[in-house]
């Protein structure tokens, strides 16, 4: 479930930016200078990435017929995916 809430949240994020940057083609926003296509791609990229490791285990394991990974066992994985952006993002890796 975290996977498919953090995936639901970088695709929205992308439209976002993707829809600003529409909008900075016409003029009809102020400019902004870090918002390129490149974060786009990066952040629907983050977004597969998120729906990937999320929906994977569950469908592998239906598809096995065993029992799907437990909730500690997503937690890691979920914080081994994302925790590096975050303990970068308080200064712990440099």
């Given at each position: 479930?975290?996977?498919?809430?953090?995936?639901?949240?970088?695709?929205?994020?992308?439209?976002?930016?993707?829809?600003?940057?529409?909008l900075q083609g016409f003029e009809l926003v102020p400019q902004v200078s870090w918002?390129?296509?490149?974060?786009?791609?990066?952040?629907?990229?983050?977004?597969?990435?998120?729906?990937?490791?999320?929906?994977?285990?569950?469908?592998?394991?239906?598809k096995l017929e065993r029992p799907g990974p437990s909730?500690?066992?997503?937690?890691?994985?979920?914080?081994?995916?994302?925790?590096?952006?975050?303990?970068?993002?308080?200064?712990?890796?440099?």
């Amino acid at each position: 479930m975290p996977f498919h809430v953090a995936g639901i949240a970088f695709l929205f994020v992308g439209f976002a930016l993707a829809l600003y940057q529409g909008l900075q083609g016409f003029e009809l926003v102020p400019q902004v200078s870090w918002i390129t296509w490149t974060h786009i791609h990066f952040v629907t990229i983050g977004a597969f990435t998120q729906l990937l490791f999320g929906t994977l285990p569950q469908l592998t394991a239906r598809k096995l017929e065993r029992p799907g990974p437990s909730a500690p066992a997503i937690g890691t994985v979920f914080l081994g995916l994302n925790g590096a952006s975050t303990a970068r993002g308080r200064g712990a890796v440099q």
